[in-house]
C-alpha cells in the first residue's frame, strides 16, 4: 500500500473548511493525461489556488493506475519546482463500488467518492458508511451524493435528474459520516447539459434546494457535479474547425460564482476542459492540414486550458491566493 501522504498530497478536510470561511470553492478538475495535468498544475500555481486532481474510473483505466501514481507525485514536486507548494488532493471522482475506493486508497488517492444516488436510499448509506468506515482507518475523505444529476460523462449516465431532498441529508451525513455531499440542485454531466434554442437561457440553478440544505446541515462541505459552463465562444471554435455541438448551454458562471459564497466548497469542471483541448486541436488540424507532431497540437491544447483554468479560478471559483 501507497499513503497518499508519501506522495505529498493532503485531504479535504482542512481545505474544506477553509473554503467555506473564506467564500470561495475548490477546482475539481478532471484530467486523463499528462497535457492536461500540466495544465491544471501550472494555473494552480500561478494563480495559488489549492486544486483537486479528479480521476473517474474510466480515467484511471485509461491513464493506469502505476503511472496515476507517480504522475500525482510529479505534480506536488513540479508545483514545489515552480516556486510554490499548493495543497494538491488527488480523488476519485464517482467511484461505485466499495471495491474500486479500496483500490484508490491503497494506491495513493487521499480522497474519495462513493457515488450511491442511483440506489434506493438505505443502500446508498450501507454503501457510503462502508466506504467511510475504510477510508477514515487511513485519513482519506469520503465525499458521498444525495440526488442524480442528468447527462453523460465517462461511466456516469441518466436520462432525468432528481433535486435533492433536503428533508433527507441530515440523516444522510448522520448515519454515514461522509466528510462532504454532493447534491442535484440543477446542475447537469457532459457538454450538453441544457438543449436550448437560440436566445435561450438554461434553467436557474435551485437556490432554494442549497439554502434549505444549508439550513438543515450548517457549516457543512457541499459539493456541485456537472458545473461546466460550455463557453460558447469555445464552441464556436470547434464548430468553426469541423465540428458539430448545436445548441448546447452550460451553468451560468455567475451563478457558479454565487453558489461558491456559500457552502458549496468544492465544484468539478470536466466538459470546459474538454471542450477548450478540442477547439485548439481542431484549430492546428484546420491551419497546418500536415502537421502530425503531437507536441504541435498538444502543446497549444495544453496552453488553452492553462488560461481557461486561470479564468475559473479567478473570476468563477474565487480559490485564487488560497493555497
Not at 438505505?122 to 458521498?144: C, M, R
Not at 441529508?169 to 459520516?177: C, I, L, M, N, W
Not at 463557453?231 to 452550460?250: F, H, M, R
Not at 457552502?263 to 485548439?280: E, F, H, P, W
Request: aromatic share 8%.
Amino acid at each position: 500500500m501507497v499513503h497518499y501522504k508519501e506522495l505529498g498530497l493532503v485531504n479535504t478536510r482542512e481545505l474544506f473548511q477553509k473554503a467555506i470561511q473564506g467564500g470561495y470553492a475548490i477546482p475539481a478538475f478532471n484530467f486523463n493525461n499528462l497535457e492536461q495535468l500540466q495544465a491544471i498544475i501550472s494555473a494552480s500555481v500561478e494563480t495559488e489556488s489549492p486544486v483537486i486532481l479528479q480521476v473517474s474510473k474510466g480515467a484511471r483505466q485509461y491513464a493506469n493506475q502505476t503511472l496515476l501514481q507517480y504522475l500525482a507525485k510529479g505534480a506536488v514536486e513540479v508545483a514545489k519546482h515552480m516556486g510554490r507548494a499548493v495543497p494538491i488532493v488527488l480523488h476519485l471522482d464517482h467511484g461505485d463500488s466499495f471495491d474500486l475506493a479500496k483500490s484508490c486508497i491503497e494506491t495513493g488517492f487521499s480522497s474519495v467518492m462513493i457515488d450511491g444516488s442511483h440506489l434506493p436510499y438505505e443502500e446508498n448509506i450501507t454503501l457510503t458508511k462502508k466506504v467511510v468506515d475504510f477510508s477514515h482507518a487511513y485519513d482519506v475523505s469520503v465525499e458521498g451524493e444525495l440526488g442524480v444529476l442528468a447527462g453523460v460523462e465517462d461511466e456516469v449516465a441518466s436520462l432525468h435528474s432528481h433535486y435533492t431532498k433536503p428533508e433527507e441529508v441530515e440523516d444522510f451525513v448522520k448515519h454515514t459520516g461522509v466528510d462532504s455531499l454532493a447534491i442535484s440542485i440543477g446542475t447537469s454531466h457532459g457538454a450538453f447539459k441544457f438543449k436550448v434554442r437560440p436566445g435561450e437561457t438554461p434553467p436557474p440553478l435551485r437556490f432554494d434546494i442549497l439554502a434549505e440544505v444549508e439550513k438543515r446541515i450548517p457549516g457543512f462541505p457541499i459539493v456541485l457535479h456537472g458545473a461546466s459552463s460550455i463557453p460558447q465562444d469555445i464552441v464556436g471554435e470547434i464548430n468553426k474547425y469541423g465540428g458539430s455541438l448545436e445548441n448546447t448551454a452550460g451553468v451560468s458562471e455567475e451563478q457558479l460564482r454565487r453558489a461558491a459564497k456559500s457552502a458549496v466548497c468544492k465544484i468539478n469542471i470536466d466538459s470546459d476542459g474538454r471542450l477548450a483541448v478540442t477547439a485548439a486541436i481542431r484549430k492546428v488540424f484546420h491551419e497546418k492540414p500536415d502537421e502530425f507532431d503531437p507536441r504541435k497540437y498538444l502543446g497549444p491544447a495544453r496552453e488553452a486550458l492553462k488560461e481557461l483554468y486561470i479564468h475559473k479560478i479567478v473570476n468563477v471559483l474565487g480559490s485564487n491566493g488560497k493555497a
